[in-house]
């Protein structure tokens, strides 16, 4: 391997905005800011879609003051972009960086910005144009192979496991059946997490349906009705992409027109119709007075005043790390290796190709959930609950005796 290149560099950050995902942009100005190979560091605004248009702003110039504040701020601090570049598109975000002697390309995203960082990287290569690649993980999904966690999950984890654990108190106060629709296309990680804040034999979320889980509507009754005659109450958490029995989504099943975004995949979280469908079906099937449904949509991805401290420790050093991996490797990803769990949490990063991530997504593993295919099992919990922080405790006198 060459010696690192004396030039400049870009990041970006793509897809779906978290609560962390800041702390690693910040992570990588830091990082930059210690080597002298990078002269310049840019940030391409709304990502992808910056540097085809040659729009950037200056990284270096950022007081500590300021990165402090941005690394606590949710959302993209730079803009996103959900544009999937094909190689023409990469062809032009190359001649950018020719232009302006960007040789050092960090992206921070899923596994579709694995894979723009992997043409990109391609590209360069069949040029003879020396340029590395690095992809710096980000989801709230948690969806990405190789790595045992995604920067952004552990905050939004954190959001749906505390918003439950109001809800359940909510449900306690005024029984009924209440319904919360989750963020999870494919994967259930973040559906799941409803169950963390569980403190009381009888605290909900009683009932948790995930994608990889297929479930018809007389099972989905059922388990309401079940629930529902034994506790006089019931909260069920729903991820956005439950799909019937047929492997079909219940949203593709009601969406009257598919909107798609530009991957393809068709609108889940910009509407509460999934969860005002299943309240309905229960409102006509089941004797209960009190329905009521919520979707969680887009405030999962970026609620203020609400990061895991775990989650941002890890996402800072993960834009950390690949501007180290950059002074001595072409390419890749970084990735997180668990190595201790309960109390003796703890993680250290690794390197793997670009390859290995990009264009896949990785499920939740069946021993996360329950033989009945509606709850998590403790293994799950002992899996996330490190990455939320801690969550808050609570009270509930309802269950005291009575005099």
């Given at each position: 391997m060459s010696s690192a290149p004396k030039a400049n560099a870009v990041v970006g950050q793509s897809g779906g905005p978290t609560g962390v995902?800041?702390?690693?942009?910040?992570?990588?100005?830091?990082?930059?800011?210690?080597?002298?190979?990078?002269?310049?560091?840019?940030?391409a605004v709304h990502a992808v879609a910056g540097m085809v248009k040659d729009d950037f702003i200056d990284l270096k110039k950022l007081s500590a003051d300021t990165l402090e504040l941005v690394a606590a701020s949710p959302s993209s601090a730079i803009g996103t972009s959900r544009d999937k570049p094909d190689e023409e598109y990469c062809a032009r975000i190359l001649e950018v960086f020719k232009k302006r002697n960007i040789r050092y390309f960090f992206y921070i995203g899923g596994n579709d910005s694995a894979n723009t960082a992997y043409i990109i990287n391609t590209m360069a290569a069949a040029a003879d144009y020396?340029?590395?690649?690095?992809?710096?993980?980000?989801?709230?999904?948690?969806?990405?192979?190789?790595?045992?966690?995604?920067?952004?999950?552990?905050?939004?984890?954190?959001?749906?496991?505390?918003?439950?654990?109001?809800?359940?108190?909510?449900?306690?106060?005024?029984?009924?059946?209440?319904?919360?629709?989750v963020m999870g296309r494919h994967a259930g990680f973040l559906t799941a997490a409803s169950a963390l804040g569980r403190q009381r034999d009888d605290d909900g979320p009683h009932l948790v349906y995930i994608p990889e889980r297929p479930v018809s509507m007389d099972k989905f009754l059922g388990d309401v009705e079940g629930v529902y005659k034994k506790l006089g109450r019931c909260v069920v958490a729903v991820s956005e992409g439950i799909c019937d029995t047929d492997g079909v989504t219940w949203a593709e099943k009601l969406a009257e027109v598919k909107e798609t975004d530009s991957h393809g995949n068709v609108q889940l979280s910009g509407t509460g119709a999934l969860a005002d469908f299943l309240a309905g079906q229960v409102k006509s099937n089941l004797d209960a007075k009190r329905v009521r449904a919520d979707t969680f949509g887009y405030l999962q991805?970026?609620?203020?005043?609400?990061?895991s401290c775990v989650d941002a420790r890890e996402a800072r050093a993960c834009g950390q790390a690949a501007v180290k991996f950059a002074m001595d490797e072409?390419?890749?990803?970084?990735?997180?290796?668990?190595?201790?769990?309960?109390?003796?949490?703890?993680?250290?990063?690794?390197?793997t190709e670009l390859g290995n991530v990009a264009e896949k997504t990785k499920s939740m593993p069946a021993e996360f959930i329950n033989a009945e295919g509606n709850g998590v099992t403790d293994a799950f919990i002992e899996y996330a609950m490190p990455l939320t922080g801690g969550l808050p405790r609570t009270s509930y006198l309802g269950n005291y005796p009575r005099i």
């Open positions: 995902i800041n702390a690693s942009l910040v992570g990588v100005i830091e990082e930059a800011n210690k080597h002298p190979e990078i002269q310049n560091l840019y940030g020396e340029l590395r690649a690095f992809h710096i993980p980000k989801t709230v999904d948690n969806d990405l192979l190789v790595t045992d966690h995604c920067p952004g999950f552990g905050t939004a984890a954190k959001f749906v496991a505390c918003a439950l654990m109001g809800d359940d108190l909510d449900n306690r106060a005024m029984p009924g059946i209440k319904i919360d629709c991805r970026s609620f203020a005043g609400l990061q072409v390419s890749g990803s970084v990735a997180i290796k668990r190595t201790g769990n309960g109390k003796d949490y703890a993680v250290e990063l690794f390197r």
